[in-house]
């Protein structure tokens, strides 16, 4: 009887030990996503703020950080850029870049520009049109809805992840709130290593 509590401590412990050191190396911290469409609809070519057309092709070769906001908005937007520009300054990687797309069909492009380049000089802003920017909010599982106006000024309740974007122009993951700056520097430097 003993000697078959002893085997099965021993078996116990053999487990516990492949178990902790069967963990992932590369364990990230976002949620994965296994899309195989592109992140845009395959013809379209979106005016950036960096060029004149933005596409998937734009995506390629890079990892992206993409963030759906407006410009009018009154906190969340402007501390996730503020925090996404500490993290690109912590990183300094040519192969990462943001993307920040209005959820606001009346963001102009220059404001977008201006809005996106008081935080880094490097980040892309899009404007989209109407039907493409909701085909999109739709396609990636964003919610936006305008729920109340100031004048010429729009409110948006919208979604507070960050997405991914992979090399090949996929989504393939996100981060929800609470984010955490440290996680994403993590997995951005481990993805661009």
Same mark, same amino acid.
């Given at each position: 009887? &003993? %000697?078959?509590?002893?085997?099965? @401590?021993?078996?116990?412990?053999?487990?516990?030990?492949? #178990?902790?050191?069967?963990?992932?190396?590369?364990?990230?911290?976002?949620?994965? =996503?296994? +899309? /195989? &469409?592109?992140? =845009?609809?395959?013809?379209?070519?979106? *005016?950036?703020?960096?060029?004149?057309?933005?596409? &998937?092709? +734009?995506?390629?070769?890079?990892?992206?950080?993409? !963030?759906? @906001?407006?410009?009018?908005?009154?906190?969340?937007?402007? $501390?996730?850029?503020?925090?996404?520009?500490?993290? #690109?300054?912590?990183?300094?990687?040519?192969?990462?870049?943001? =993307?920040?797309?209005?959820?606001?069909?009346? $963001? /102009?492009?220059?404001?977008? %520009?201006?809005?996106? /380049?008081?935080?880094?000089?490097? !980040?892309?802003?899009?404007?989209?049109?109407?039907?493409?920017?909701?085909?999109?909010?739709?396609?990636?599982?964003?919610?936006?809805? %305008?729920? +109340?106006?100031?004048?010429?000024?729009? !409110?948006?309740?919208?979604? @507070?992840?960050?997405?991914?974007?992979?090399?090949?122009?996929?989504?393939? @993951? =996100?981060?929800?709130?609470?984010?955490?700056? /440290?996680?994403?520097? +993590?997995?951005?430097? *481990?993805?661009? &290593?």
């Amino acid at each position: 009887m &003993n %000697k078959s509590y002893i085997l099965y @401590g021993i078996a116990f412990l053999l487990l516990m030990v492949v #178990f902790v050191n069967d963990e992932p190396k590369n364990k990230v911290n976002y949620t994965k =996503l296994y +899309s /195989e &469409n592109m992140f =845009l609809d395959e013809n379209v070519q979106i *005016r950036s703020t960096k060029n004149q057309k933005f596409s &998937n092709q +734009s995506l390629k070769d890079k990892i992206t950080i993409v !963030f759906f @906001g407006y410009t009018s908005c009154p906190d969340f937007c402007p $501390d996730t850029l503020a925090r996404a520009n500490k993290i #690109f300054a912590k990183l300094q990687d040519k192969d990462i870049q943001l =993307l920040f797309i209005s959820i606001d069909p009346k $963001d /102009e492009l220059s404001k977008i %520009k201006q809005y996106v /380049e008081y935080f880094n000089n490097d !980040f892309i802003g899009l404007s989209i049109n109407d039907t493409n920017v909701k085909k999109l909010v739709e396609k990636s599982g964003v919610y936006a809805k %305008k729920v +109340s106006s100031t004048g010429s000024i729009d !409110f948006y309740d919208h979604t @507070g992840a960050i997405f991914l974007i992979n090399k090949e122009s996929k989504l393939m @993951g =996100l981060y929800t709130p609470p984010i955490k700056d /440290e996680l994403i520097i +993590s997995d951005l430097s *481990r993805m661009t &290593n």
